[in-house]
T-cell receptor, first 114, second 114 residues
């Protein structure tokens, strides 16, 4: 069974600095998708970024980028120029190609210090 | 906004009572999901649906049933609520297509079983 591990329960960063959230996963599949979701205090789950495993290029969305290392099964999220609104719980998630289930990590709570 | 509405948003119920949570979507998507969120576990799939009257179990389906009699509505029922079912429940939809592989989530329902 696939598993996703986020080894950092909590992280903090100074406003305007850069922070990297870690995620590792375990799978024997070669075709899959990886996601980072943000959950602010409102509880809404918001998609931050998506990566297709067949793409070697790392995905970027404005201040958010990923470091996708397929061989190492690592998928970290980098947030540049951190803003107070980035404070949230962040979840890494995996979905196998053709499967229905999203497999989530345990989450990392990110605090932004002003 | 993926046009997903969950109701109720909050509910407190007594052990042993039946509870039904509703998920309503306005965009006619085929795939709908129910997840539960618990500390230390991220989100876990309870049940999902791939069409009207077509449903299947997820990884934590014991004690839950679902129904989908219309494309737009996906109901989650706890036949006899237990304290272990105290959780936050999320409905999600998935748009199909080459690029639309991510899930979009509703606002969540906080259920407390006392």
């Amino acid at each position: 069974a696939q598993t996703v591990t986020q080894s950092q329960p909590e992280m903090s960063v100074q406003e305007a600095e850069t922070v990297t959230l870690s995620c590792t996963y375990d799978t024997s599949e070669s075709d899959y998708y990886l996601f980072w979701y943000k959950q602010p205090p409102s509880r809404q789950m918001i998609l931050v970024i998506r990566q297709e495993a067949y793409k070697q290029q790392n995905a970027t969305e404005n201040r958010f980028s990923v470091n996708f290392q397929k061989a190492a099964k690592s998928f970290s999220l980098k947030i540049s120029d951190s803003q107070l609104g980035d404070a949230a719980m962040y979840f890494c998630a995996y979905r196998q190609q053709g499967a229905q289930k999203l497999v989530f990590g345990q989450g990392t709570r990110l605090t932004i210090n002003p | 906004d993926a046009g997903i509405t969950q109701s109720p948003r909050h509910k407190v119920t007594e052990t042993g009572t039946p509870v039904t949570l509703r998920c309503h979507q306005t965009e006619n998507h085929r795939y709908m999901y129910w997840y539960r969120q618990d500390p230390g576990h991220g989100l876990r799939l309870i049940h999902y649906s791939y069409g009207v009257k077509d449903t299947d179990k997820g990884e934590v389906s014991d004690g839950y049933s679902v129904s989908r009699s219309k494309t737009e509505d996906f109901l989650l029922t706890l036949e006899s609520a237990t304290s272990s079912q105290t959780s936050v429940y999320f409905c999600a939809i998935r748009r199909t297509g080459n690029m639309n592989t991510e899930a979009f989530f509703g606002q969540g329902t906080r259920l407390t079983v006392v």
